[in-house]
Nanobody, 126 residues
C-alpha cells in the first residue's frame, strides 16, 4: 500500500489543523492505520491509531482529548483532526499502515507498521 500524508502547515498555539492520509494500491480496510510524529533530534513517537473498521481508536496521552483520528474506507482515507495545538506538537507527522490484523485489533507499536508515508510538517508557533 502507498500512503500520502498532507495537510500540515504553520499554526499558532491554540489553533487547529486537519491532516489527511490517502492510501492506494491495496484494500484499505485490511489495514490498521496509525499516525506517528518525529521532532528534530527526537525519536519517532506514536500519536494515534485506528482499527480496520474504525470502531477502535487509541491515542498517546499527550494528545488525548485534543486529537481525533478517523477513517473513511470507501475513500481510502484516514484523517487526524488536531485542536488546541501546542508548540510541543511541532513535528513531521507520518501515517502508517499495518496489515495482517483482525477486525477490532489495534496497535501503538511503530515496529508493527510495515508501510509508511513520507510525512507532513506541522509547526506550532508560540
Amino acid at each position: 500500500v502507498q500512503l500520502q500524508a498532507s495537510g500540515g502547515g504553520l499554526v499558532q498555539t491554540g489553533g487547529s489543523l486537519r491532516l489527511s492520509c490517502a492510501a492506494s494500491g491495496e484494500t484499505f480496510s485490511n489495514f490498521v492505520m496509525g499516525w506517528f510524529r518525529q521532532a528534530p533530534g527526537k525519536e519517532r513517537e506514536f500519536v494515534a491509531s485506528i482499527s480496520r473498521g474504525g470502531t477502535v481508536t487509541s491515542y498517546a496521552d499527550s494528545v488525548k482529548g485534543r486529537f481525533t483520528v478517523s477513517r473513511d474506507n470507501a475513500k481510502n482515507m484516514m484523517s487526524l483532526q488536531m485542536k488546541s495545538l501546542k508548540p510541543g506538537d511541532t513535528a513531521v507527522y507520518l501515517c502508517a499502515a499495518r496489515d495482517r490484523a483482525v477486525m477490532g485489533q489495534i496497535t501503538r507499536d511503530l515496529n508493527e507498521f510495515g508501510y509508511w508515508g513520507q510525512g507532513t510538517q506541522v509547526t506550532v508557533s508560540s
